[in-house]
């Protein structure tokens, strides 16, 4: 019972009660209304007596016998009983009554005209309860009509923050069953099962004789489908095709969009679907007919099977309803399923690309290879990753299977056996260690002479087109200048020499017992290096990237403080690659360790007031999933000790056979060096002992030996953050009310990296006149728990004439920067007439 309600009982019963002479009062609560109230209320002037249907005689003799003198209210939750059965209607003859109506109280508490007393009435056994009454008072209705008054009590019902009948069906289809649904038992339980199906004829215009919520789901389900497929729809499903396809559409797409209730549509899908043999239908269809449906996810499944098969085929001319297979898969990946799909569909835009490139064709020398590897050929090598990448991540691969078999026959067979010989005839030219930096210039190039604060992260291994991928996504940050170079590897391409070729130094050699010097230092670990370092730059240090990354502030400020250069160590790649059990894990590592060294940039530079930063690596990799072959393996054999690897061998003498080329150590360190490293020119390897043979380096290829430079400059107090983003809760695209309130929710926590944010809120129509009073919110709630994130805002829109034909809008506005952040469109559907269809 709503407190306004009782507080009016309680002031008509005071009011009985006044005066000095002794008054007894009977109120006889036929239906036991107020039962529960009249526990807990207390009376100025008067006790209140409950009276029993068996205990009248004691209660007469009570009231006349044993106090005489106090006010009484007898309240008893019944009828009051026959005269020949009534014990106490002598004593009423000198008492009065007490008549308590709720219908019309709360008709005046809820500000009801008296015309839709009736409608109340006919439902009073839904307001019997406190809690269930003061939902609907919580609803906050305005301009109450038969309608709104009906859809107020469904909601109160369905527990809905608003009175909206979508949002009562969203309620009613994903929070019970289909069968013997919770909430359907509640309506009829209130006598309003009718008026929600009346309801649903009215808004969805579905109908039946025998109405029930499977059949009202495959409604709205077959009318979308029916709007977005070009196709004719099979003629089973055609009778359930309704004529207010727009209002179904509204609904749907709010449903799919909703960030609490997307995942429940995608179980509703599934059921429909499932129940109208959904993928058989469109199996027989034209895939254009497909591309704008997104009602089930057997559009998808369709629409991945057709990709397979134009890739596998090599067709990559295809077009989809004039979309190309990349186009088409970037458009679906946006779509409702995207969520589910997005990865296949990344996963088939690589298969393209690589597709693409089959007939491919090297160019003639080292400069001009390089050329041609740093504008475009290192994107077969990152479409190669990242097809694999997302191909670990589906849970079923047997249809992928004949395009993983194509695009790893295409890499192997294709790309790297013309490109690497074609390396390996161009590195052997004179000219070609001064085509483009040597790593072994690293310092003097970079660092020798700078002035500011410099964090130089070495991630090893990290080849050149994953650092393209590092230097794309921070050019996305508008508070980041970035610079792409490379540099030319030593040989061969493995971490120790590589580490030291990175340190300043006179002399970088290899001893005869395969040790590597730095200025006669041994630097094979962090002290060794940073005692090199430390002899060019008293004021540097060398880190681990695993102690770096969790220190506090003030311990990060330590590290840097008075620091000029910070070599800092990062090994995510070469880590997981160079184990057996793990390199088939190395794509997913180049994605790891992106973010990682993007996330410790961003936070050195906030907190640790440094913002110059340079990346590299020590070398690069190759990577192929097909286990390797006898014929990928040469022998390698030696008769004289030798430093062997899988891709290299240096020993005092080069290995003379088919398929191995050689350079002398001298010429790579550029000292006196008689040694002689060897190495396959393709991507075959030497036969070592021990697992792990698909991930390699070492050797010399461009994946290996071109190794990325990338300069960073961040604006200083830059962190990358985002504004805390609000979105609609409420299932809402028809407005009814001119006082209406809906619910919003602020989708993440406002932290270090999402800032608080002011937003404006109002509805226009299609001429931009503003037609509701304007809100404001500022998002800045640090709440984790979502639901604790919603907030409710209430718009009263300007008394007027709406045409139902014209288009309105819900935006909401960015107050700090003044640009729209969204807009949803609405239906104004006023309405002043009093007949909505119920005939009650």
């Known amino acids: 019972m709503a407190a306004l309600n009782l507080k009016q009982i309680i002031d008509r019963l005071n009011a009985e009660f006044t005066g000095e002479t002794r008054k007894l009062v009977f109120w006889y609560d036929d239906k036991a209304e107020f039962a529960e109230d009249m526990e807990t209320v207390e009376l100025q002037n008067a006790k209140i007596y409950h009276l029993q249907p068996d205990n009248q005689f004691y209660t007469k003799y009570f009231l006349e016998r044993v106090d005489k003198t106090t006010n009484y209210l007898i309240y008893a939750p019944f009828p009051k009983p026959d005269v020949r059965d009534n014990h106490l209607e002598d004593t009423m003859l000198y008492s009065r009554r007490f008549f ?84 359907l038992q509640e309506f009829e339980k209130y006598d309003l099962l009718s008026a929600f199906w009346q309801l649903c004829e009215q808004h969805f215009g579905y109908t039946d004789t025998k109405p029930s919520l499977e059949r009202l789901l495959v409604t709205l389900f077959v009318t979308y489908t029916g709007r977005y497929v070009q196709a004719e729809l099979p003629a089973a499903w055609k009778s359930f095709v309704s004529y207010k396809s727009g209002n179904i559409i509204a609904f749907l797409d709010s449903l799919m969009n909703s960030v609490l209730y997307r995942g429940k549509y995608d179980a509703l899908s599934a059921h429909v679907a499932k129940g109208l043999n959904v993928l058989s239908a469109f199996a027989g269809m034209r895939v254009d007919d497909l591309v704008e449906c997104d009602t089930f996810l057997a559009v998808d499944q369709v629409l991945v099977k057709w990709l397979i098969g134009r890739l596998v085929s090599e067709d990559i001319g295809a077009i989809v309803n004039g979309f190309t297979i990349p186009e088409l898969c970037e458009k679906r990946a946006k779509m409702h399923f995207g969520r589910k799909t997005g990865k296949t569909y990344q996963m088939l835009s690589s298969a393209y690309s690589m597709v693409k490139e089959a007939d491919y064709h090297a160019a003639d020398g080292l400069k001009p290879i390089i050329d041609r590897y740093l504008a475009a050929d290192y994107n077969m090598d990152q479409q190669y990753r990242k097809f694999y990448y997302y191909y670990d991540q589906l849970e079923s691969t047997e249809s992928f299977e ?36 040597l790593q072994r210039e690293f310092y003097n190039a970079n660092l020798r002479y700078t002035k500011e604060r410099t964090v130089v992260i070495i991630s090893d291994a990290m080849c050149y087109e994953v650092g393209q991928e590092l230097f794309a996504r921070m050019q996305d940050d508008p508070k980041c200048t970035a610079k792409l170079s490379v540099q030319l590897s030593v040989l061969p391409s493995y971490t120790r020499l590589g580490m030291a070729a990175l340190l300043p130094h006179k002399t970088l050699e290899m001893t005869d017992d395969f040790q590597v010097l730095v200025d006669g230092i041994l630097c094979d670990n962090l002290a060794g290096r940073q005692q090199v370092l430390q002899s060019y730059n008293l004021d540097s240090v060398c880190v681990r990237f695993d102690d770096i990354k969790n220190l506090k502030v003030a311990e990060l400020r330590d590290v840097l403080t008075k620091r000029q250069i910070i070599y800092v160590y990062h090994n995510q790649i070469d880590a997981r690659g160079d ?15 992106v973010q990682e060294i993007m996330d410790l940039i961003h936070r050195i530079s906030v907190s640790g007031n440094t913002y110059h930063f340079i990346v590299t690596a020590d070398h690069g990799f190759i990577y192929k999933r097909d286990k390797l072959t006898e014929s990928d393996k040469i022998s390698g054999k030696s008769a004289e000790k030798a430093f062997v690897n899988r891709r290299f061998i240096v020993s005092k003498a080069a290995l003379e056979d088919d398929g191995i080329d050689h350079m002398s150590m001298g010429r790579i360190l550029g000292n006196e060096d008689s040694k002689v490293v060897s190495y396959p020119v393709s991507s ?14 070492g050797g010399s290829s461009p994946q290996e030996m071109l190794v990325p430079v990338l300069e960073f400059k961040m604006e200083r107090g830059h962190m990358e953050t985002k504004n805390a983003e609000i979105a609609l809760v409420s299932i809402v695209h028809k407005i009814t009310n001119l006082i209406t309130s809906m619910d919003f929710i602020q989708s993440d926590a406002v932290s270090d990296t999402v800032k608080a944010a002011k937003y404006r809120i109002f509805f226009l129509s299609e001429d931009n006149e503003k037609i509701s009073n304007e809100n404001s919110y500022v998002a800045d709630s640090r709440e984790e728990n979502a639901q604790k994130r919603i907030f409710r805002m209430r718009f009263t829109f300007k008394n007027k004439k709406y045409d139902k034909d014209k288009q309105y809008y819900l935006v909401v506005y960015d107050e700090e920067s003044g640009l729209e952040q969204w807009r949803q469109p609405v239906i104004m559907d006023i309405a002043f007439a009093d007949d909505f269809g119920f005939g009650f």
């Open 100 to 183: 308590a109506d709720r219908a019309s109280l709360l008709s005046v508490g809820l500000g009801i005209e008296e015309k839709y007393k009736p409608v109340i009435e006919k439902h009073i056994k839904f307001f019997a309860n406190k809690e269930r009454t003061q939902r609907f008072y919580d609803l906050e209705i305005e301009n109450f009509n038969e309608e709104n008054i009906l859809v107020g009590l469904l909601s109160a019902v369905c527990k809905a923050r608003t009175c909206s009948f979508e949002e009562v069906v969203c309620i009613v289809l994903t929070d019970g069953e289909l069968v013997d649904n919770a909430f």
């Open 402 to 437: 004949p395009l993983r078999e194509l695009v790893e026959n295409i890499y192997t067979n294709e790309y790297l056996a013309c490109l690497l010989p074609a390396w390996n005839a161009g590195i052997q030219q004179d000219a070609a260690f001064s085509a483009i930096p």
């Open 579 to 593: 184990k057996a059990n793990t390199e088939d894990e190395v794509f997913n590592a180049c994605e790891e360790a």
């Open 684 to 697: 075959n390897v030497f036969k070592v002992t021990g697992g792990g043979a698909n991930y390699v380096h």
